[in-house]
């Protein structure tokens, strides 16, 4: 990392990088000038071409989970510096007339840069600086599954959360070997079975409705997008599709879904 002028290395006891206050700069526009300080950093690698898998900016600013005050950083670049992301998911289900559960299951485009061709849920996005998870799930129903907003605001089940721990590989996109803490926000939302989904962007190719045999398939034949994976896995847990009694993996599944990460999730914690 090509550290500016704005950040002091200290290499003893332990090798630590501080983002250097600026002479001058008070309480109510220090924060501002922190998140200039890293997008100034983040411009200069880009470059110096450091990181040749960084990507262009996406002008998706994320916040900084645990930190004393509000400062975000570009999403393409936080996995550089092991910063814990926030997504929230929602998954989308109907009842056929016989009461079996059914799933909308979208697969994303070729041509993404993350996760190609793979299984995604209905809804899911990044938590941005200033929203709120459940504004995130409203915001993205529209954007990718055309769901109407008073009907999620309604509707949508806040059901707690999942972390996960991820090591970006080539699926993943950007920089190999990076490793990826995350909380992800979990919702559910059940629809009609009259209810069709069909492509809204170009980020999916195709939506289809699968059962919960097929989804555990594919979860087991490595289709779904990893996070996407864990956020499933929790949704059948909680309704009952897997049990003690038919996964011998039932408690360690259980605890990874909900592992303590080694880095704080807010101030002090």
Known sequence: MP???????????????????PAGSENDNWQKACTQAIDDLLYLARDLNAFPRLGKPRDELFPIIGAQFDVAIERSA?????IIGRGAHMTVYARTEE?????????????????????DQAVAGGVAAGETPFECIVREAGEEAALDEEFV???????????????????????????????????????GADVVFEPVDGDIQSFELMSVGEVRDAMRNGEFKPACATVMMNFLIRHGFITAENEEDYVEIVSRLHRKLPFRTAPGR
Do not use: C, Q
């Open 99 to 119: 009461g079996d559960m059914k799933f909308w299951i979208p697969r994303r485009n070729a041509n993404k840069s993350t996760y190609p061709n793979m299984l």
């Open 153 to 191: 605001r309604k509707n949508a089940v806040a059901a707690g959360t999942v972390m996960w721990f991820n090591v970006s590989d080539e699926k993943a996109g950007g920089e190999l070997g990076l490793m990826n803490p995350g909380v992800l926000y979990v919702y559910d939302l059940e629809v």
């Open 78 to 82: 936080m996995s550089l510096f092991g």
């Open 3 to 21: 550290w500016t002028s704005n950040f002091e290395i200290v290499r003893s006891p332990r090798k630590e990088i501080h983002l250097l206050k």
